[in-house]
């Protein structure tokens, strides 16, 4: 048995509130597999909370849960979808636009996504220039955070929720450096009551979340809970945060693929990422400024993997160049072309190339689920701001300012692991395995 003890983690009691600021392709696909693995028509695949195993203790011990069984989350039967677009499309509507699910999946569950509706946006034109809404709330931006809240405490108290978790799954903002506004929460709270223009949208969302007590996880790579004021209105509060940007498709990839050859220590002359994809996000994407956040966030992977600095011989000359184009007639099936020119044995050079066709909200679903529940068992178990452990989702991980952010998936997995297992008293898991050896 473990000689740690088990934390005390209050147990997954009545309905969670799912929020989705941002009811498009992702949130859609989302909350239709959702109703749709309740039904048994599909399964839940690409979500650890519903299809991994852990293994606890030694190896000989042959221990091993499924983690929903492990730790206590809440179940599917037990979430309620809430959310907020300028589009007023119901769910149904949504998701068929969306065209990521086929009408043989989406037919059955016509109804239950119908009565989904989105509830007005907070939505400024100014940050997300390639859309238009009408469903969208007015007011001054503490006006608008005011709203919110209501809005949270309304679908709450509705649908009978005991608690609730925010996961931004809307456009991708232009981008933005904090500024003065950022920088702590008297400064922030002040620029909301002076309806500062530096203020998004996002960050409205992310203070009314937090401020109700709502853990608030961001799927877009945007400033919006990753500046020193939300962090201290997190900490204050006692709430989860983390993020951002769902980690799919190409990046998934590169911080699969990146840290084996870094651990074999092969050189790296270049990595030539370009896209194609033509659905709305990719439209957004399509205008520089809204580019620009997503390319900050694509490209902080490889340094950090690769550590050009500590091995200057390997790494220093590469060169990583990410593009993506809007191409209409791909929807939401993205292409994906890397060419990876990497270095071997004396200089010898040599290609890889990953032609990745994927679907861009298929494998952002089972990130949401995920999200949500490990937000919500966070907030259970007391744990207050960023939370690196989330890190596994994310290409932009938030992270202590004091340290850096860990891109390599199987470190982010492992940690993920061992917090699970620090949190039901388990045995971390160092993988020494000298007790083996020495048998
Ligand atoms: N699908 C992926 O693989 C993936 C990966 C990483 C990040 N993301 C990010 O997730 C987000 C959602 O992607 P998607 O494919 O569903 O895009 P989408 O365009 O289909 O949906 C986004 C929705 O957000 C709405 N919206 C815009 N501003 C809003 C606001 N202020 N409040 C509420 N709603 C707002 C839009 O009207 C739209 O319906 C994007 O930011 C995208 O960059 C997606």
């Known amino acids: ?24 392709a992702v949130a859609t696909t989302f909350i239709a597999g959702v109703e749709a693995s309740r039904r048994d028509l599909g ?14 203790g030694k190896r000989s011990e042959k221990r091993w849960q499924m983690i929903k069984d492990f730790v206590p989350l809440a179940r599917l039967s037990d979430l309620v979808f809430g959310g907020w677009d300028p589009i007023p499309d119901d769910a149904y509507t949504a998701a068929a636009k969306a065209r990521v699910l086929g009408p043989e999946l989406l037919a059955p569950l016509k109804e239950f996504l119908s009565g989904i509706k989105p509830m007005p946006a907070v939505f ?14 007015t007011g001054t931006k503490r006006e608008l955070a005011n709203q919110l809240v209501q809005d949270i405490r309304a679908f709450m108290d509705k649908n009978k929720c005991s608690r609730a978790v925010m996961v931004w799954c809307a456009s991708t903002e232009a981008y933005q450096e904090p500024g003065p506004a950022h920088q702590s929460l008297a400064a922030f709270e002040r620029a909301l009551d002076a309806n500062d223009p530096s203020i998004a949208p996002s960050q409205i969302y992310a203070y009314a979340a937090i401020s109700t007590g709502v853990p608030y996880l961001n799927g877009a790579p945007n ?13 204050k509060k006692g709430v989860a945060i983390g993020g951002k940007d769902f ?14 050859l870094k651990a074999r220590m092969l050189g790296m002359e270049g990595w030539f990422s370009t896209n194609i994809l033509g659905n709305r996000d990719g439209e957004v994407l399509d205008e ?9 966030s694509k490209l902080s992977v490889l340094e950090q993997i690769l550590e ?3 091995y200057p011989e390997l790494y220093k000359d590469l060169q990583h160049k990410v593009s993506i184009h809007y191409y209409k007639p791909r929807g939401d ?16 050079p040599m290609q890889i190339k990953v032609n990745f066709l994927c679907r861009d909200s298929i494998l952002a679903a089972p990130i949401v689920l995920d999200l949500a529940l490990f937000g919500d068992l966070a907030a259970r178990a007391g744990m207050k701001g960023i939370q690196e452990w989330l890190s596994f989702y994310f290409k932009s991980p938030q992270h202590a300012p004091s340290v850096y952010p860990e891109h390599d998936l199987f470190v982010q997995k492992v940690r993920l692991e061992n917090n699970l297992r620090y949190l039901m008293g388990e045995e971390l898991i160092n993988y020494l395995g000298s007790d083996y050896t020495n048998e």
Do not use: C
């Not at 034109?125 to 469903?135: C, D, S």
């Open 1 to 24: 048995m473990s000689q740690f003890q088990e934390n005390k983690v209050a147990p997954a009691e009545g309905k969670l509130a799912v929020l989705l600021p941002g009811m498009g």
């Open 43 to 56: 399964k839940p695949i690409g979500s650890l909370t519903q299809m991994a195993h852990i293994r606890l």
């Open 124 to 137: 400024d034109h100014a940050w997300v220039k390639r859309l238009e809404g009408r469903n969208v709330k």
């Open 223 to 235: 400033l919006s809970a990753d500046f020193p004021a939300m962090i201290e209105l997190a900490e």
């Open 247 to 260: 980690k799919t498709g190409q990046t998934l990839m590169k911080t699969i693929i990146a840290p084996g």
């Open 288 to 296: 520089p400024a809204n580019f620009k956040t997503k390319e900050v």
């Open 308 to 310: 050009p600095e500590r």
């Open 333 to 348: 099936n993205k292409e994906g072309w890397d060419n990876i020119d990497i270095v071997g044995w004396m200089g010898y």
